[in-house]
């Protein structure tokens, strides 16, 4: 198991399986990983804690990992509670180890810990300050908003492991995981941290100077191989480029007519030889997979009802999703629908034209209540315009 990457660096880590949502929001059917790791050399450093849900297993683990020994250093990366919800609990067992965090972190710790005393404890660290346990030495790299402004990343030179906090994780226990990393990194990374892609940019430009073997996410597996793909992926994912040609078709529906002619896009765009296409019922389908999908392909096309002189909400959310995670340099179609005034084209269209280099297709399909075979020809034109 990758997690055994090192004789040094253990992996204390613990799955959650009883979570329904992550972050209070994220499905998780396959639950979620809190990753902390242990360096044992001449001093001991633990590289974060866990969410409050799990602390007493990752204590155990902890001191499973060390022994007779106890902790000189807590590393705490990021002060978001699924990292650093188990602080206290490791200071009152560990009262003399000291920990270091980014003058940022500092600030939070009374904000999230009221009237927990850290004075003597606290050390705040730079850009490229080490810290020294022996011949493992850590270096600190910052990495503000990936994917909150405090956050650090950390960077041992002598086994050249990249604790990368939140970035390269990916929704899913370890228990769980079956090899496919992207799918659910992908949906963690667009959803959590897609609004930062500028920050995950000058991220890359800095590991681009480092000589990393091994990637020690947060969250997910740890990343012993073929590390240019998972870095060339985020490279992708952050300069807002399309990942695969295709075209998600989005759609909210009341009584069926909505979902019946974007399926029957679908079909169109199939036939027409779009390379992929994928269908989201935004009523139905998990949101965040549509936000997924939709910065995963190149083109989307977007069908909705008329609700009360504007949008159906679900398309609402769904647009408002993409408008703060910045989507961005894509190509979009539209189908209305209303039964006596269709305007959810136009209020559709108003909020795309506030997100950045996206090419609306002026052919708007507006449907009466239901498809007719008179529509056909006008889906038709505007399946053209989103695959030329
Ligand atoms: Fe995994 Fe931003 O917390």
């Excluded at 002060?79 to 920990?99: K, L, R, V």
């Excluded at 029957?264 to 009523?283: F, R, S, T, Y």
């Excluded at 999908?293 to 398309?315: C, K, L």
């Amino acid at each position: 198991m990758a997690e055994n990457f090192s004789n040094n660096i253990k992996y204390i880590g613990v799955d959650d399986l009883d979570i329904d949502l992550f972050e209070g929001q994220y499905k998780v059917p396959e639950g979620m990983s809190y990753n902390s790791y242990l360096i044992l050399d001449e001093k001991v450093a633990v590289m974060d804690t866990v969410d409050a849900r799990k602390t007493s297993d990752w204590l155990a683990n902890l001191k499973k990992e060390l022994g007779a020994r106890t902790p000189d250093f807590l590393i705490v990366q990021h002060m978001e509670p699924d990292h650093a919800g188990s602080i206290t609990a490791f200071t009152e067992q560990y009262p003399n180890a000291q920990i270091y965090c980014t003058a940022q972190a500092v600030k939070m710790f009374p904000q999230f810990f009221d009237g927990v005393d850290f004075s003597g404890k606290l050390n705040a660290v730079k850009e490229g300050d080490t810290l020294a346990l022996g011949q493992h030495i850590l270096s600190f790299i910052m990495a503000p908003m990936i994917h909150w402004p405090e956050v650090m990343m950390t960077y041992e030179q002598s086994e050249k492991v990249l604790f990368a906090a939140d970035a390269f994780g990916k929704f899913g226990a370890l228990s769980k995981y079956d090899g496919d990393w992207a799918c659910e990194a992908r949906r963690y990374y667009f959803n959590i941290v897609g609004k930062y892609g500028v920050q995950v940019q000058n991220l890359l430009k800095k590991a681009a100077n480092l000589d990393i073997k091994t990637i020690c996410p947060l969250h997910g597996p740890v990343l012993t191989e073929n590390l240019e793909y998972y870095i060339g992926i985020y490279d992708t994912w952050s300069k807002y480029e399309p990942e695969n040609e295709g075209v998600l078709v989005a759609y909210a529906t009341f009584h069926g007519g909505t979902a019946e002619a974007a399926k029957k896009m679908a079909e169109i765009l199939k036939a027409k030889g779009a390379k992929k296409v994928a269908i989201a019922d935004l009523n139905r389908d998990d949101l965040h997979e549509a936000v997924e999908d939709a910065f995963r392909y190149n083109a989307m096309v977007i069908a909705a009802p008329t609700y009360d002189g504007n949008m159906s909400p679900a398309m609402h959310d769904f647009l408002h999703h993409l408008q703060l995670k910045t989507y961005q340099k894509r190509r979009v179609g539209i189908i209305e629908n209303g039964s006596w005034a269709p305007v959810s084209g136009r209020i559709m269209r108003a909020m795309l034209e506030e997100m950045k280099n996206i090419e609306i297709v002026d052919t708007v399909v507006t449907i009466k209540s239901r498809m007719k075979k008179t529509d056909i020809a006008s889906l038709e034109q505007l399946a053209d315009a989103i695959l030329k």
